[in-house]
């Protein structure tokens, strides 16, 4: 779950008395510090979040979630597991289970033909956040989209190592996913490099972005959250393990 923390501490009446470079190089290992505890502690929070889903009953109910013509399966369409993440391309936890997570799946499950997987994006952080998305999008009409999906996600978890050593103040809308980017990255896939700029200039997905907001608002009744699973219409935040143990319990069935 992204959630954006900033801990300004001021040191008492002898802080004068120390250097302006060794204050400011304690603010920003300060910044760092808490950064990489809050992604360190990814695994337990979502495995929290989880275990309260399983103690609710609404929560237990499966959700019917859309799935458009234009929606991109990876794996075995008749796969009896369907797995759809919600994700932002800058929020910090998506790129952490795109690194962590996500590979683990597709060996174990998209592989071998067990699930298959969905990804829908829901652009919520900002400009960059859309501008990434509307990208995609456009990779999506040439056979690309999961190629571009990764392109950007190392990206960002390059720019997330950054700021957890304290390179930088944030990996959100840093100027690095703009259009140069998104044009060096459709080149480096053989993309037509024109059509692909010409659908991205013309924000041609933006309805669909909106659409994915809105659907997504609705099944997280409003709390958004990234990254957030539906296995089978079933709502999971969590491990690697919570998602396995989820998608054993379908496969049983």
């Known amino acids: 779950m992204e959630n954006d923390t900033q801990n300004n501490q001021n040191d008492d009446q002898k802080s004068w008395l120390l250097p302006a470079s060794i204050l400011t190089a304690a603010v920003i290992i300060a910044v760092s510090v808490i950064y990489s505890t809050g ?3 990814y695994d337990s929070q979502k495995t929290n979040l989880a275990d309260s889903a399983k103690n609710s009953e609404s929560n237990q109910e499966i959700q019917k979630v859309s799935i458009s013509s234009s929606d991109v399966v990876l794996g075995n369409p008749d796969a009896a597991v369907t797995i759809i993440e919600f994700g932002d391309y ?4 998506c790129a952490k289970f795109f690194k962590e997570v996500q590979g ?3 060996d174990n499950y998209v592989k071998t033909g067990k699930a298959k997987m969905i990804y829908k994006e829901l652009a919520f952080l900002g400009s960059e956040s859309e501008a990434a998305a509307l990208a995609a999008g456009c990779a999506r009409e040439q056979g690309k989209f999961w190629q571009f999906h990764d392109a950007i996600f190392e990206t960002e978890w390059n720019e997330v ?3 957890m050593t304290g390179i930088l103040k944030t990996n959100e809308n840093n100027g690095n996913l703009n259009r140069k980017f998104f044009e060096k990255t459709a080149i480096d896939l053989k993309m037509d490099t024109s059509i692909f700029l010409q659908c991205f200039d013309a924000q041609k997905y933006k309805n669909e972005i909106t659409e994915n907001y ?3 608002s609705k099944l997280m009744n409003g709390k958004i959250s990234t990254p957030t699973l539906f296995i089978n219409g079933q709502m999971i ?3 690697y393990n919570d998602i396995a143990q989820l998608i054993d319990t379908f496969l049983k069935k």
Do not use: H, R
Request: hydrophobic letters at 25%; charged letters at 20%; one cysteine or more.
């Open 39 to 41: 992604l360190k502690n």
């Open 90 to 93: 800058q929020c910090p936890f």
């Open 104 to 106: 683990k799946i597709t």
């Open 161 to 163: 190592e950054k700021v």
């Open 214 to 216: 809105n659907q997504a």
């Open 237 to 239: 935040q969590g491990s």
